[in-house]
């Protein structure tokens, strides 16, 4: 049974550039989630989607991030124009929302010089 | 909201040494508790959860974990640490409505 999947792994971008990250949920699975994960501020939660819906997205830090879920298979966050302190590891995790419990993607590590 | 707190950043024990990683949270119903651990490089692989009932929950690798609601608390516990368990382990709290918080994580090292 394939996990979250998620790409690409790693990324190195120059600042300005436009970045794009994939997931696909588990099959089944309802509700996704995109994290950010750093050394200053651990994992912040940046939006989170039900039935492909956004739920919640008071965590995407600014107007330069954005997310779409087009199908309950697939997701991507974008961040237009990235910078410097976009570097991070973005996780995708995802859900059935009845059961609270969410199982992670291996991340994708983006470097933004 | 809830909030989790894990006091402690970095713990090294040695191979075959018990192992008690500490984890408290604020809310104020009966939350749901998790327990992740996040080797190098890698996801985040969910090791126990608690959501009612028995308030020692066990998990895969060997851990178990404990709800003391009393201390507000969810300790996480292993009889004997292996060299493969050195990871980073985050504490999680949820009120039920896929509100999720983590703990800044705390750090295993493990000694030869």
């Known amino acids: 049974d394939a996990g979250v999947i998620q790409s690409p792994r790693h990324e190195v971008t120059e600042m300005g550039q436009e970045v794009t990250l994939r997931c696909k949920p588990i099959?089944?699975?309802?509700?996704l989630f995109w994290y950010r994960q750093t050394m200053m501020r651990g994992l912040e939660l940046l939006i989170y989607?039900?039935?492909?819906?956004?739920?919640?997205d008071s965590g995407m830090p600014e107007d330069r991030f954005s997310a779409k879920m087009p199908n309950a298979s697939f997701s991507t966050l974008k961040i237009q124009p990235s910078e410097p302190r976009d570097s991070a590891v973005y996780f995708c995790?995802?859900?059935?929302?009845?059961?609270?419990?969410?199982?992670f993607g291996p991340g994708t590590r983006l470097l933004v010089l | 909201a809830q909030s989790v707190t894990q006091p402690d950043i970095h713990i090294t024990v040695s191979e075959g040494a018990s192992l008690e990683l500490r984890c408290n949270y604020s809310?104020?119903?009966?939350?749901?508790l998790f327990w992740y651990v996040q080797s190098p490089g890698q996801g985040l692989q969910l090791l126990l959860k608690?959501?009612?009932?028995?308030?020692l929950v066990q998990g895969i690798k060997g851990f178990e974990a404990e709800f003391k609601r009393s201390q507000s608390s969810f300790n996480l516990r292993k009889p004997s640490v292996h060299w493969s368990d050195a990871a980073e382990y985050f504490c999680?709290?949820?009120?039920?409505?896929?509100?999720?918080?983590f703990g800044a994580g705390t750090r295993l090292t493990v000694k030869p």
């Open positions: 995790a995802s859900s059935w929302p009845e059961q609270e419990t969410q199982y």
């Open positions: 099959s089944g699975h309802n509700s």
């Open positions: 989607f039900n039935n492909n819906v956004p739920i919640d």
């Open positions: 809310y104020g119903a009966t939350p749901y």
């Open positions: 608690y959501f009612s009932g028995d308030t």
């Open positions: 999680a709290v949820g009120a039920g409505n896929n509100d999720m918080r």
